[in-house]
C-alpha cells in the first residue's frame, strides 16, 4: 500500500463500502493521531469551533490547532468561514458519514460487553414512529421493558419520512419504524410485520352491517390520515383504476383521532386492519373488507449500520420484532 497517511486515511473515508478490503499500513496508520478525527467528528457535526471544542471537552486554541492539522492531514480547508458560521467544503460532506460511522464502530468495539445482561444496561433510545406503531407497540414494549430492562429509556419521536435518513446519519435517531421504501448501503432494515387494510366504521350512524359493498363506501364521507400533507391516498389511487372516486370530510396526520371521529360522526375510514380491529373492539365500532383491492402494507425497522452489533440496540430490535409477532391485548384503549 503506497500514499502519505491522509491520503491513504481520505482513500478510505471517501469509499467506505469498496468491494477488495484495503490493507493496513500499521507504520503509516500509527503517524496519524487518530483523536484528530474525534475533533473533525465534532466540527462538521457542530460547525464552530467554541462548540465544538465543548463537546470534545478542549480549549478553543487546542480545537483550533486541530483544524489546523485537519488541514494540512486532509490537504483541504475541510471548514471554511461563511455569514451563517462555517462550511464544510465538498470533501469534508463526502467524509462526514463514513467518519462518523468508523467512529461508532470503534467506540462500540471498545465499549461492547462481552455478557450483555438487559437488567443492569443503562441507556436511552431514541425512536421514531407513526402513532399507530406506538399504540400496538408501545404499551406491551414499555411494560417487557420495565420488567426485563429497566435501566432503558425510550424517547418517542414521529416519524419523517423526508428526514429520517438524515436524522439516523446524524445520530439524533436511534432507531426507526414505519414504511420505508429507501435507504443507502450504510442503513439496516428488518420487517416488523405486514397489514392488511378494513373499513372502519360505526353501524349505529351510517346503518349498515359489515360487509359494505362499493356503492355504500362510497356513499359516505371519508377520513383519511396522511403523512404526507396531502389529501390523497392509496384508496383513492385504487378508485381511480376503476373510474371511481370518494368524497373526504378531513385530512388528518395523526391515526389515533381517526377512530374517535368515526364513532361521533357518520364518516368511514379505510385504516391498517390490526390497529381498526383494536379500536372497534374498544369503542364498539364496526370492520369491513375494503370492497377495492389494496396492497398490504410492510412496517420495518430501519437504522443506522454502526449499530448493527450494539448488544443493547440488537437486543431491542429482537424484542420489537417478538412483540410484533404477538397477537395485541383486546381493547388497547
Known amino acids: 500500500m503506497t500514499g502519505t497517511p491522509s491520503r491513504l486515511l481520505c482513500r478510505a473515508a471517501e469509499s467506505p463500502s469498496s468491494a477488495t478490503p484495503v490493507a493496513i499500513d500499521h507504520i503509516d496508520l500509527s503517524r496519524i493521531d487518530l483523536n484528530l478525527l474525534v475533533a473533525l467528528d465534532a466540527l462538521l457535526d457542530e460547525r464552530s469551533v467554541t462548540r465544538a471544542a465543548a463537546r470534545v471537552g478542549i480549549g478553543q486554541s487546542a480545537m483550533s490547532s486541530s483544524l489546523a492539522r485537519l488541514r494540512r492531514l486532509f490537504d483541504d480547508e475541510l471548514l471554511t468561514r461563511a455569514p451563517d458560521g462555517m462550511r464544510p467544503t465538498p ?190 373492539s374498544a369503542l364498539a365500532l364496526s370492520v369491513s373488507p375494503v370492497p377495492v383491492p389494496l396492497d398490504d402494507v410492510s412496517v420495518s425497522m430501519l437504522w443506522h449500520a454502526s449499530y448493527d452489533h450494539d448488544p443493547a440496540h440488537r437486543w431491542l430490535r429482537e424484542l420489537l420484532v417478538r412483540l410484533a409477532h404477538e397477537p395485541p391485548a383486546p381493547g388497547i384503549i
Open 91 to 280: 470533501r469534508a460532506l463526502r467524509i462526514a458519514e463514513p467518519l462518523r460511522s468508523t467512529l461508532r464502530q470503534v467506540q462500540a468495539l471498545v465499549h461492547r460487553e462481552e455478557q450483555f445482561d438487559p437488567a443492569t444496561v443503562a441507556r436511552t433510545f431514541t425512536v421514531s414512529l407513526p402513532d399507530s406503531v406506538e399504540a400496538l407497540l408501545g404499551p406491551r414494549l414499555i411494560a417487557q421493558l420495565r420488567r426485563d430492562a429497566p435501566g432503558i429509556r425510550l424517547l418517542l419521536r414521529s416519524v419523517d419520512r423526508t428526514r429520517i435518513l438524515d436524522e439516523l446519519d446524524a445520530d439524533r435517531v436511534d432507531l426507526a419504524i414505519g414504511l420505508f421504501s429507501e435507504g443507502q448501503l450504510h442503513h439496516k432494515q428488518r420487517l416488523l410485520y405486514r397489514d392488511s387494510y378494513v373499513v372502519l366504521f360505526n353501524a349505529a350512524l351510517i346503518g349498515l352491517e359489515p360487509p359494505i359493498g362499493l356503492d355504500d363506501y362510497l356513499r359516505f364521507p371519508h377520513v383519511l390520515t396522511s403523512l404526507r400533507e396531502t389529501a390523497h391516498g392509496v384508496v383513492d389511487d385504487a378508485l381511480a383504476l376503476i373510474g371511481r372516486s370518494r368524497t373526504l370530510a378531513v385530512t388528518t396526520p395523526r391515526f389515533l383521532v381517526v377512530p374517535f371521529m368515526v364513532r361521533a360522526a357518520p364518516v368511514i375510514a379505510t385504516m391498517h386492519a390490526r390497529l381498526a380491529t383494536s379500536f372497534a
